[in-house]
């Protein structure tokens, strides 16, 4: 056999063995690449199965905790009804205790002022004010007949007489 020819084949072999290595790597990196595709899948599932147990623990613990929130509200609830009720009553107390002593105030400024025949400004808008007041509280038409008696008296600068 010609040595050329001779060459020529076994730099052909060289390079057909070449082309297989080369191949054969390609493959073996491909199956390396798949098997560490299936570990990491494997790894992947593995943590999603704890993930999801602690997922259902997290569940649990917060159902607990809105089971104990909804008592608690519940609770602050009934205590706020039961404020509510007894500041109710205590405001209708304290109404009435200001009805009453307005009421009075309001009679004693009466008597005083017709005794006298006569009512100084500040004196007259202090009691019209204080019966506005007396009605805004929800009194009642009581001192109706007072106002328009204490509003008819003569308006006087001042009560005080001035010595000479």
Not at 28 to 51: D, F, N, S, T, W
Request: net charge negative; aromatic share 4%.
């Amino acid at each position: 056999m010609d040595p050329n020819v001779s060459g020529i084949i076994v730099a052909l072999i060289s390079a057909i063995a070449g082309i297989i290595g080369y191949f054969i790597t390609q493959n073996v990196k491909r199956v390396q690449a798949e098997a560490e595709g299936k570990q990491e899948r494997a790894l992947i599932l593995k943590e999603l199965a704890e993930q999801k147990e602690d997922i259902k623990t997290l569940s649990k613990t917060l159902d607990a905790i809105a089971a104990d929130l909804r008592k608690s509200i519940e609770a602050i609830t009934a205590d706020l009804k039961a404020l509510a009720e007894k500041s109710e009553t205590m405001d209708d107390k304290i109404i009435k205790g200001l009805l009453g002593t307005a009421r009075d105030r309001i009679n004693q400024g009466h008597r005083y002022f017709t005794t006298l025949g006569k009512i100084d400004r500040v004196s007259r808008t202090s009691l019209n004010e204080l019966i506005e007041a007396y009605y805004n509280l929800g009194g009642n038409s009581f001192v109706h007949t007072e106002q328009m008696e204490i509003n008819s008296l003569p308006v006087v600068d001042t009560l005080v007489e001035k010595s000479k």
